[in-house]
């Protein structure tokens, strides 16, 4: 006999006064449209006065895909995003994913239970100082300041373009508020100008180029910079690269592309011959820079950045400045050059269709040595089958160097990569998820390695169950492929390397999604089929990939001896 309790919440869950909880859940309404969580004792209070107000609320399976839901928000639509977990394992189990926010310089606001105020308890952990260890703040919430306290948490993530982590002590979730004390103000964020003698020098240097370049990072979107800086280009006539993080930025036809481990090689010879670099707002990391290829040994490399000179050693001419008000200074001083000038005019080639489609692929043979299939032939064919108003999301590994070669994207919020700047696989059907949640209006593709996608797998029913379309794509090959081409290749053992073959279709299909292994390139005229009949669900793609077929990014990496898969 099976009996069933009923349970009245209309008195249970709403407290006959505010507390601690519900002010901090009050002033996340305020702030954010969307919070993503896994519910424990330290945090069952907020959630439960949010979802019974029918604010929106994505529950996760894994405490990290809470913070990555919140990170891609935040990627995919430019609104900050909010987490939030219990104490201790639950905080923990987050970390990796809150490292990977701070790292990316990624806006967002995670609630956390903590220890109670009086004393740890013996499976407390110093949670403030595990935060401060990845560079997080940590703010505590208390019954005299818990809504302005919320409101600071914002404002500080959204100054520093950092996450700030919120605690509620486990003794006063359910505290009732007290008087309020006011909070001293933030102090007011630096600013950086460029003196006349600096805007003079660049504004000249541009004007006598005669292959003027301008690479451009997700700077540029914080600053608002976009259009200033196109208008830049085109009086110049310079073609234009960006760094992943602002892909498509400038939806111009002179865009070579994103710059880095993922140039394709026909547009990376043009980057070469360029003898001026402006680069606004872009980290110069290793990658971007692939390990110091990706500009010619002569060209003059201007930046400009509000961060503090990393002393790069091919930039010839740093200018620390505000990008937004140097664009206005600048763009005075220099006047469209006269047509026979410009770069554009020698390379018109660059402004056709057929030189910023995926074709030609730089091997277009559909297997690798090993018979199974060639993963940039596979990617170059999805570019098409894809639909265009489409969310590209990675996962971080080996596998992910060919989707930004090969697919293209609305607009930079439409390329998300969630766990490279901390080198972490695994955080990808979580990331997805929380871009599925921010824009519906998309179909989401999801594409993850089988290691990474294995990692992740709790989340998988997190995807499917946030997304309206999408269509996740495992480039299989059935190996740590990043360890194998890293480390085999040099004499390593591969035992641990290898992966046995895993059928994500049929993991897909016993979640609820439709798919199908694909071993040849005929196999994807399935998931072209299912595009063409399904307005919503999703659609898993397994394909088994080569082993033996090494992604640019890498073997730019290994050639320069850098044994480090920077893909940042």
């Known amino acids: 006999m099976t009996t069933t309790a009923t349970v009245s919440t209309s008195s249970y869950y709403t407290p006959a006064a505010p507390t601690v909880s519900t002010a901090v859940g009050e002033a996340l309404r305020e702030r954010t449209g969307h919070l993503f969580g896994l519910m424990g004792n330290g945090n069952a209070q907020l959630i439960s006065h949010l979802t ?4 929106p609320y994505t529950s996760a399976r894994h405490e990290a895909a809470t913070v ?9 639509t430019g609104r900050i995003g909010a987490a939030t977990t219990t104490y201790g394992a639950g905080f923990t189990n987050a970390y990796t994913a809150l490292a990977e926010a701070r790292l990316a310089r990624i806006p967002l606001v995670l609630v956390v239970g903590d220890a109670p105020s009086a004393a740890q308890r013996s499976f407390d952990i110093d949670q403030t100082a595990a935060a401060a260890a990845t560079g997080v703040t940590t703010l505590m919430a208390a019954p005299d300041n818990a809504a302005a306290i919320t409101h600071r948490a914002f404002d500080l993530a959204l100054q520093t373009v950092q996450p700030v982590v919120l605690a509620i002590p486990y003794d006063l979730a359910t505290a009732p508020l007290t008087d309020p004390v006011s909070l001293d103000p933030l102090p007011a964020k630096s600013s950086w100008s460029a003196s006349t003698p600096e805007l003079d020098r660049v504004a000249t240097a541009l004007r006598t180029a005669k292959r003027p370049l301008i690479l451009a990072g997700r700077g540029i979107l914080l600053a608002d910079a976009v259009a200033p800086l196109r208008e830049l280009g085109d009086r110049l ?8 993080m602002a892909a498509n930025a400038f939806a111009s036809p002179w865009d070579l592309g994103i710059a880095g481990g993922f140039t394709r090689a026909h547009r990376l010879e043009l980057a070469q011959a360029a003898d001026v670099v402006l680069v606004a707002g872009a980290s110069m990391n290793a990658f ?20 503090p000179d990393a002393a790069h050693a091919q930039v010839t001419d740093y200018v620390r400045a505000d990008l937004g008000p140097f664009l206005e200074e600048l763009n005075p001083r220099i006047e469209s050059i006269e047509p026979q000038g410009v770069w554009r005019e020698r390379v018109p080639e660059v402004a056709s269709p057929s030189f910023r489609s995926a074709e030609p ?37 080996h596998f992910m160097g060919w989707a930004p070669m090969y697919m293209s994207v609305p607009d930079p919020q439409a390329m998300i990569t969630v766990g490279t700047a901390f080198q972490s696989i695994g955080l990808g059907f979580g990331s997805a998820a929380g871009v599925s949640a921010a824009r519906p209006d998309r179909t989401t593709v999801f594409i993850t390695g089988d290691g990474g996608g294995l990692m992740g797998l709790s989340d998988f029913e997190t995807f499917l169950r946030t997304t309206r379309r999408g269509v996740v794509v495992v480039l299989n090959d059935s190996a740590y492929g990043a ?44 998931l072209e089929d299912w595009l063409a009949t399904h307005d919503t669900g999703v659609f898993v793609l397994d394909v088994a990939i080569s082993q033996k077929v090494v992604v640019e990014y890498m073997a730019a990496s290994l050639e320069s001896g850098n044994m480090k898969v920077a893909v940042a």
């Open 288 to 307: 971007q820079l692939r390990y110091g290829t990706l500009f010619g040994p002569d060209a003059k490399v201007i930046r400009v950045d509000n961060e």
């Open 237 to 244: 006539g310079a073609l234009f690269m960006t760094s992943v």
């Open 52 to 55: 019974q107000a029918g604010f």
């Open 361 to 397: 692929v730089e091997d277009p043979s559909e297997f690798g040595p090993d018979g199974r299939l060639n993963p940039r032939t596979v990617v170059a064919a999805l570019e098409d089958i894809l639909p265009k108003e489409r969310s590209v999301v990675m996962d971080g590994g």
């Open 68 to 76: 990555t839901m919140a990170d891609a928000y935040h990627r995919s």
């Open 483 to 526: 360890e194998l081409h890293q480390y085999a290749s040099k004499g390593l053992d591969d035992k641990a390397m290898l992966i046995d073959e895993v059928d994500f279709a049929a993991i897909g299909h016993a979640l609820g999604a439709e798919g199908t292994k694909a071993p040849t390139l005929a196999d994807l005229t399935t």
